[in-house]
């Protein structure tokens, strides 16, 4: 059943892309994350063991309909439970500027990106090699149903959103009768030093409710993060992901389950080189560190990751990367992995 409702959803979708496309003001696009991966440890799957798999697969209509009034709609194709495919959508919403009532605003309605993920997307800029923190870490669900207002600052220096959110994420349903509110801002304090106008800092707060029936609002799902990032001259960039949150699922629960984690990751470009090749090179680094229950101790878990990134061309990236997971006191589970990203 599961895979006929798949099926039908796959092809209504290319139908609707395929009609809307023909309407003025209308793009179609998509990303595709593919990947190698060779095990270099007995751990997990053994040594040896490798395979190559696609992450995700998206395919985007944009279209606009007036000089305020545009629409998006995402289809998603990803790897569920490593031996099927599911399709469905990832973001089906209206955006709608507001500029002649409210100056730099809009709202957006219907099935959308959580805001704080999909800019940390952006920060990071590699999401086809690896998620960011909190989507990584299953702290926040990367789209929800419901409706936003979006502040752009004037001359560039950055945006903030309000959400109303149904709570269960694009792949869960509505259990009860609450709402999740949450708050995010991105600001750029240098932008007048050109050499320094990419750096910014962020905040975010996220008030929610457990996604379970027959709660009270003692269940709650709260999270807050922040962002630091420096970047000097199109050179380098150096920045760190802090969120921490705190649940109690389950009517009856007493006790807060509280997470946090740490992401800090940075790049080293080659913009002056002489040669073409450096000149589309990067030197890339992550390290994460997460805590799936503070009062647990020597439950911590590690991510590192290390690699060469190179745009071939406008819109297709390869890099070549080195992986390593580790829980504490337990043995790492390390990879060679070749990541590759398509958009168009």
């Given at each position: 059943?599961?895979?006929?409702?798949?099926?039908?959803?796959?092809?209504?979708?290319?139908?609707?892309?395929?009609?809307?496309?023909?309407?003025?003001?209308?793009?179609?696009?998509?990303?595709?994350?593919?990947?190698?991966?060779?095990?270099?440890?007995?751990?997990?799957?053994?040594?040896?063991?490798?395979?190559?798999?696609?992450?995700?697969?998206?395919?985007?209509?944009?279209?606009?309909?007036?000089?305020?009034?545009?629409?998006?709609?995402?289809?998603?194709?990803?790897?569920?439970?490593?031996?099927?495919?599911?399709?469905?959508?990832?973001?089906?919403?209206?955006?709608?500027?507001?500029?002649?009532?409210?100056?730099?605003?809009?709202?957006?309605?219907?099935?959308?990106?959580?805001?704080?993920?999909?800019?940390?997307?952006?920060?990071?800029?590699?999401?086809?090699?690896?998620?960011?923190?909190?989507?990584?870490?299953?702290?926040?669900?990367?789209?929800?149903?419901?409706?936003?207002?979006?502040?752009?600052?004037?001359?560039?220096?950055?945006?903030?959103?309000?959400?109303?959110?149904?709570?269960?994420?694009?792949?869960?349903?509505?259990?009860?009768?609450?709402?999740?509110?949450?708050?995010?801002?991105?600001?750029?304090?240098?932008?007048?030093?050109?050499?320094?106008?990419?750096?910014?800092?962020?905040?975010?707060?996220?008030?929610?409710?457990?996604?379970?029936?027959?709660?009270?609002?003692?269940?709650?799902?709260?999270?807050?993060?922040?962002?630091?990032?420096?970047?000097?001259?199109?050179?380098?960039?150096?920045?760190?992901?802090?969120?921490?949150?705190?649940?109690?699922?389950?009517?009856?629960?007493?006790?807060?389950?509280?997470?946090?984690?740490?992401?800090?990751?940075?790049?080293?470009?080659?913009?002056?080189?002489?040669?073409p090749f450096l000149r589309k090179m990067a030197l890339v680094g992550r390290y994460d560190i997460y805590d799936k229950d503070k009062d647990i101790k020597d439950n911590e878990k590690e991510y590192l990751i290390a690699?060469?990134?190179?745009?071939?061309?406008?819109?297709?990236?390869?890099?070549?990367?080195?992986?390593?997971?580790?829980?504490?006191?337990?043995?790492?589970?390390?990879?060679?992995?070749?990541?590759?990203?398509?958009?168009?």
């Amino acid at each position: 059943m599961r895979n006929r409702l798949s099926l039908g959803l796959a092809l209504g979708l290319v139908v609707l892309l395929r009609s809307l496309s023909l309407a003025a003001d209308t793009k179609v696009g998509g990303e595709i994350y593919a990947f190698y991966s060779s095990d270099l440890t007995q751990n997990g799957h053994g040594k040896g063991y490798n395979k190559f798999d696609l992450d995700r697969a998206y395919i985007t209509l944009n279209s606009k309909l007036s000089d305020a009034v545009s629409v998006r709609i995402t289809g998603d194709v990803a790897n569920m439970d490593g031996s099927t495919r599911e399709v469905y959508l990832k973001y089906a919403y209206l955006d709608w500027k507001i500029d002649q009532f409210v100056p730099y605003s809009s709202i957006r309605f219907g099935l959308q990106q959580t805001g704080w993920i999909d800019y940390m997307n952006k920060v990071w800029g590699r999401r086809y090699a690896a998620k960011t923190l909190m989507d990584e870490y299953k702290a926040l669900s990367s789209a929800d149903y419901g409706v936003s207002y979006i502040i752009k600052f004037p001359k560039g220096y950055g945006h903030g959103s309000v959400q109303v959110l149904q709570g269960a994420g694009y792949k869960g349903s509505e259990e009860n009768r609450y709402k999740d509110l949450s708050a995010f801002v991105f600001f750029r304090p240098l932008m007048q030093v050109s050499d320094l106008a990419a750096s910014m800092v962020g905040g975010y707060y996220y008030k929610g409710f457990s996604d379970k029936p027959d709660i009270t609002s003692d269940n709650r799902k709260d999270r807050a993060a922040a962002l630091a990032s420096i970047a000097y001259g199109g050179i380098f960039r150096i920045s760190g992901e802090y969120f921490m949150s705190w649940d109690k699922a389950n009517p009856g629960e007493k006790e807060d389950l509280k997470q946090d984690g740490i992401s800090v990751f940075s790049q080293v470009n080659f913009p002056k080189a002489k040669s073409p090749f450096l000149r589309k090179m990067a030197l890339v680094g992550r390290y994460d560190i997460y805590d799936k229950d503070k009062d647990i101790k020597d439950n911590e878990k590690e991510y590192l990751i290390a690699g060469v990134e190179w745009e071939i061309v406008e819109g297709f990236n390869i890099m070549p990367n080195f992986q390593m997971e580790k829980v504490k006191n337990k043995e790492s589970e390390r990879r060679f992995v070749f990541n590759a990203g398509f958009s168009f």
